[in-house]
């Protein structure tokens, strides 16, 4: 099967970000961030970066603002490492597909304990 280009564009801007976010970008606002995955466009132009951070509601938004702010100069270093024409410009937006999962298994969870209790009452 073969991959697409924007494929494996998008695997080296997920290890080279997760390197430059490792050593530290000089903004107070980005929290314990960790980049989930990466979509790049067919035409190479634009890359979402999907990220999670620890912490609450507020946590989550001043990182992405923090990130958002920080996409110049995190374009900048990306272009260092692709050596391409043209950087794609970066978006980067919240992964809520954890906190999705997590609701799922607590919904499970909840009508694997209801459906026990009820089993034991019609015997």
């Known amino acids: 099967m073969k991959h697409k280009r924007s494929d494996k564009v998008a695997e080296t801007i997920h290890t080279t970000i997760s390197t430059i976010l490792s050593r530290g970008v000089n903004d ?10 990466v979509e790049v466009t067919d035409d190479l132009h634009l890359a ?3 990220f999670t951070v620890i ?17 110049r100069f995190i374009r900048h270093e990306l272009g260092k490492v692709l ?11 919240y992964d809520h597909s954890q906190e ?20 034991s009452e019609d015997r």
């Not at 107070?28 to 995955?37: C, K, L, M, Y």
């Not at 050596?83 to 937006?93: G, N, V």
């Not at 298994?105 to 304990?113: M, S």
């Open 48 to 50: 979402r970066i999907f």
């Open 83 to 93: 050596k391409m024409r043209y950087t794609p410009d970066i978006l980067f937006k």
């Open 55 to 71: 912490g609450d509601e507020a946590a989550k938004k001043s990182s992405e603002a923090g990130l958002n702010s920080a996409a």
């Open 100 to 119: 999705y999962g997590q609701r799922i298994d607590d919904l499970l969870r909840e009508v694997g304990t209801g459906n026990d209790g009820n089993d």
């Open 28 to 37: 107070p606002r980005i929290g314990f961030v960790t980049i989930t995955g």
